[in-house]
C-alpha cells in the first residue's frame, strides 16, 4: 500500500510540474523565427545557428507527440483560434510558402524542441535580446555521433508563461504529504 502511495505521490508530481521546459505564448497572431547557420563563419559574432539540429514546435501538452517542423533558414508560425477549444499553428518559410500545420488544445501554448538526430530536447535557457517579446532560445544536447553540439534561434512576437504559484503549492504540498506518510510507516 505505501508503495502504491509513493507512485502515485510522484505520478501526481511529474503530472503537475509537465515537461521541464519554457512554455510560450504568441503575443500576436503570428511568431518569426529566425535562424541563421554561421557555423561555418565563426567570426560574424551574431552566433545564431541551429548547427545543423531541427527545430519544431509541440503542443505544451504533448512533447515529444505530434510536431510542427520549422524551416532551417527562418519562417513564422501563424496562430488561429479554431472556436472549439484548438487552436491551429500553420508554418510559413521565408518565401512565404505554407508548409505544414498543428493541432493545439486549449490555447496556442507552445514548447520548442530541437533535435540533432537523437529525438527532441527542450531549451537549456533563453535570454530577452529585443523590446518585451524577443528572446534568443538556446538548446543544448548531442549530435549523431555523440559530440556536444549547441544550436539556438532568434524568436519574435513571444512570451514565456509563468508556471502558476498553484502548481508549485500543489506540488510542495504532496511532498510533505509523501513525509508525513514516510514518518508514520
Known amino acids: 500500500m505505501k508503495i502504491l502511495l509513493y507512485l502515485a505521490s510522484a505520478a501526481l508530481i511529474l503530472a503537475s510540474t509537465s515537461v521541464n521546459a519554457t512554455v510560450w505564448h504568441p503575443t500576436s497572431s503570428?511568431?518569426?523565427?529566425?535562424?541563421?547557420?554561421?557555423?561555418g563563419n565563426p567570426g560574424t559574432g551574431l552566433g545564431i545557428s541551429t548547427n545543423g539540429g531541427t527545430l519544431a514546435l509541440f503542443d505544451d501538452s504533448d512533447f515529444g507527440g505530434d510536431a510542427l517542423v520549422i524551416g532551417?533558414?527562418?519562417?513564422?508560425?501563424?496562430?488561429?483560434?479554431?472556436?472549439?477549444?484548438?487552436?491551429?499553428?500553420?508554418?510559413?518559410?521565408?518565401?512565404?510558402?505554407?508548409?505544414?500545420?498543428?493541432?493545439l488544445s486549449n490555447n496556442p501554448n507552445y514548447v520548442l524542441g530541437m533535435d540533432w538526430g537523437l529525438g527532441y530536447i527542450?531549451?537549456?535557457n533563453s535570454t530577452l535580446v529585443s523590446g518585451p517579446d524577443t528572446y534568443l532560445i538556446v538548446f543544448d544536447g548531442v549530435d549523431g555521433s555523440g559530440m556536444s553540439i549547441s544550436g539556438n534561434t532568434l524568436a519574435v512576437d513571444l512570451a514565456p508563461i509563468p508556471v502558476p504559484a498553484t502548481v508549485w503549492l500543489f506540488g510542495s504540498g504532496l511532498l510533505g504529504l509523501v513525509a508525513v506518510m514516510r514518518r508514520r510507516a
Do not use: L, R
Open 122 to 124: 527542450v531549451e537549456s
Open 72 to 103: 532551417e533558414n527562418g519562417s513564422h508560425v501563424v496562430f488561429t483560434d479554431n472556436k472549439n477549444g484548438s487552436w491551429n499553428a500553420e508554418v510559413f518559410d521565408v518565401a512565404n510558402t505554407p508548409g505544414g500545420s498543428i493541432t
Open 30 to 39: 503570428d511568431t518569426d523565427f529566425i535562424e541563421f547557420d554561421f557555423a
